[in-house]
Structure formats: C-alpha cells, structure tokens
C-alpha cells in the first residue's frame, strides 16, 4: 500500500488537532502522532518519517497553539468594554490626550554558570544550558503608539505602590502637558483608583487623578 494521501494528514493533525498525548508524555512527537493517525483509523498503518514530510510539505506545525481572547457567549459587559476600547483605538492623534497602553509581566532573572563561548567564523555565541535562579522581576509596560512613545520600569514587585508609581511618572514626567491621559489597561484588581489613594499624598492625588 502506499504512503498516505497529505490531504488526510493534514485534516487530521494539522487542521484538527488530535487531542493531548496518552501517557507520561507533554507534547507530541512524530512517533506519537504516527500512532494516533493508526488509532484513529486514518491510515492503516505510517510511519513518523511520512508524518515528517508532510508537516513540512505543508507547513503544519501541530504544537503551536496561539492565545486569543475569545469572547464569552452572550455577554453584553464584555461587549460594552470590547467597543469601548476599540472606540479609543480610533481616535485621531491629540498631543493633549494620549492614549497610554499599560501592561505587566513577570520575568524569571538567571546567571550563567559557566562563561560562554565568543562567537566565531561560522558559529554563533555558545551558552551553557545549565543557570542558577537569581529570582523575579516585575515588567511594568507602557507606550502611547500615536506618539511613538514606549517606557519599561522594572520593578521587584508588582504592588499597588508600583502601579502607583508608574502612573505618576507618566502623567508627571512623560506627559506633563496633557489634559488628560487616556489609559488602556486590563481588569487587574491593582487597576484601580483605590491603588493611588493607598500610595500617593493626598496633595499629589487630586491633580494626579484628576489627569487620568
């Protein structure tokens, strides 16, 4: 018999994804999948080196996920805020109202535990695969995209206080012209007003507030 058709294949592991490995195993391997295509009676019988050919004949790559927001079915609040924030994205360039997008991340420090290697003719910089844990570290992002304008503050923690902060230095010193800051942020719970009551001076609150 010969090989498969990539049609199938590709409907099979490409399009629609076989589900989660069985077993100890956390992602699939081209065995694997050469297995589940016998399973799910595909094929009668392949090997992993035919499941090779055809995921790079076609460009299939079956590990890969991407995230997406998918929004929840009939829900007229997440409607409401999804129009909101798209409204904002449509207004024209004001240098009196930007619009700031902030986000937060956190990242994981390491070191090197032996010194890598200098690049070379032919051949890239070379690293140990082994580093020690040194903790983490907070990304707070920030960018107005109209002004052409991006800040990163790193931070130890990600606290009210923090947030606080970066708010402050966006309306104080990065746009301190402004009537008013348009802010695009997501619903975390230190997003809030409540964060620059609990961290900044009662004299400094009203006009900091007052430019958000």
Not at 137 to 164: I, N
Request: proline share 9%.
């Amino acid at each position: 018999m010969g090989p498969p058709k990539p049609s199938s294949l590709r409907c099979r592991v490409g399009s629609r994804p076989p589900g989660a490995p069985a077993g100890p195993c956390a992602r699939w391997t081209l065995r694997l999948l050469a297995d589940r295509l016998v399973e799910l009676e595909v094929v009668p019988s392949v090997c992993h080196e035919t499941v090779r050919q055809t995921l790079q004949a076609n460009d299939l790559k079956p590990w890969l996920k991407r995230q997406w927001c998918i929004a929840p079915t009939a829900s007229a609040d997440f409607v409401c805020h999804m129009e909101d924030v798209l409204e904002v994205y449509q207004r024209p360039f004001d240098p009196q109202r930007p619009v700031v997008c902030l986000d937060e991340t956190t990242k994981q420090l390491v070191s090197e535990t032996r010194t890598p290697l200098p690049a070379a003719a032919g051949r890239p910089v070379s690293h140990d695969y082994e580093y020690e844990r040194q903790g983490v570290a907070t990304l707070f992002m920030l960018c107005a995209p109209l002004h052409g304008w991006r800040e990163v503050s790193v931070r130890e923690r990600k606290t009210r206080v923090d947030y606080a902060q970066c708010l402050r230095a966006v309306a104080e010193e990065h746009f301190p012209q402004a009537e008013k800051i348009v802010l695009v942020q997501d619903n975390l719970n230190t997003h809030a007003a409540a964060s620059l009551y609990e961290s900044v001076r009662t004299r400094h609150r009203a006009p900091l507030t007052g430019a958000l």
